[in-house]
């Protein structure tokens, strides 16, 4: 089982940026993808970016730009780099593994974003 922890969460004002962190612990061996989703108040989850065990990166249209998801494989971490943030980004983010088949998710960090 792996257990995910975010951090880097926090209130910034608009074109402001954040770096989220989100570290795994546990079975970490065969993490084959991790992603970042988030949820606005009143909204589906949704996908902000994905990064698979080999290096190739997805992103949602709305932040493909702006937003860069990479990984550290060593210290079993993965992070969301967050520039030029908008209003409309403001949500809670989560981190998400998939490891045999199986996806894990974390307990999510708020992103506010004023204009």
């Known amino acids: 089982q792996v257990r995910l922890v975010e951090s880097g969460g926090g209130s910034v004002q608009a074109g402001g940026s954040l770096l989220l962190s989100c570290v795994a612990s546990?079975?970490?061996?065969?993490?084959?993808?991790s992603a970042w989703y988030r949820q606005a108040q009143g909204k589906q989850r949704e996908l902000v970016a994905d990064?698979?065990?080999?290096?190739?990166?997805n992103y949602a249209d709305s932040v493909r730009g702006r937003f860069t998801i990479s990984r550290d494989d060593f210290r079993s971490r993965v992070y969301l780099r967050m520039n030029d943030l908008k209003p409309e980004d403001t949500a809670v983010y989560y981190c998400?593994?998939?490891?045999?088949?199986?996806?894990?998710w974390g307990q999510g960090t708020q992103v506010s974003v004023s204009s």
């Open positions: 998400s593994v998939v490891r045999l088949g199986t996806r894990s």
């Open positions: 546990g079975s970490t061996f065969g993490i084959t993808s």
């Open positions: 990064i698979s065990s080999d290096g190739p990166t």
